[in-house]
């Protein structure tokens, strides 16, 4: 199965557009708390257009239980990744394996202590350079796309 993964998600109507992707293709979520925004806040219900009743998510205490509980291949994408996410190649994954696909915070992203024990797996979105970053429900449909 494919998963989108969420660490510490700070923007209500990012994690609301997420949900609403995640629903379009079947894929789980996973919350990484501290999340900066109620689940039931009326800005998330609106941009996820209430499919979390529907979506299949999990919400984890910190990265350590959620790597706990959920075993697959892991990617982080990340402005720190060596390879480009157009490089990591999906085709010859096992269809049986999970993928986690990993996005950080809004405002600093995935830590460089998770990233620094995994960076064979750390990717990035290539981009011009007149940008910082994309917004992150962004990353995610397109990430999403590729994977499939």
Do not use: W
């Not at 998770?114 to 990430?143: F, G, Q, W, Y």
């Amino acid at each position: 199965m494919n998963n989108i993964v969420l660490f510490e998600p700070e923007i209500p109507q990012n994690t609301g557009n997420i949900m609403r992707t995640c629903m379009a293709f079947n894929m789980k979520l996973h919350l990484i708390e501290p999340i900066g925004f109620m689940l039931d806040e009326k800005h998330l219900r609106r941009a996820s257009m209430d499919y979390i009743e529907r979506l299949d998510y999990n919400t984890y205490k910190n990265y350590e239980e959620f790597t706990q509980n959920e075993k697959g291949r892991y990617v982080y994408l990340s402005r720190y990744g060596m390879k480009t996410f157009a490089e990591c190649d999906f085709t010859t994954t096992d269809k049986n394996e999970d993928i986690y696909l990993i996005f950080g915070k809004e405002s600093t992203g995935i830590p460089k202590d998770i990233l620094k024990d995994d960076l064979e797996h750390c990717m990035r979105i290539p981009m011009t350079d007149n940008v910082r970053s994309l917004n992150l429900s962004n990353c995610v449909a397109i990430c999403t796309y590729e994977v499939l």
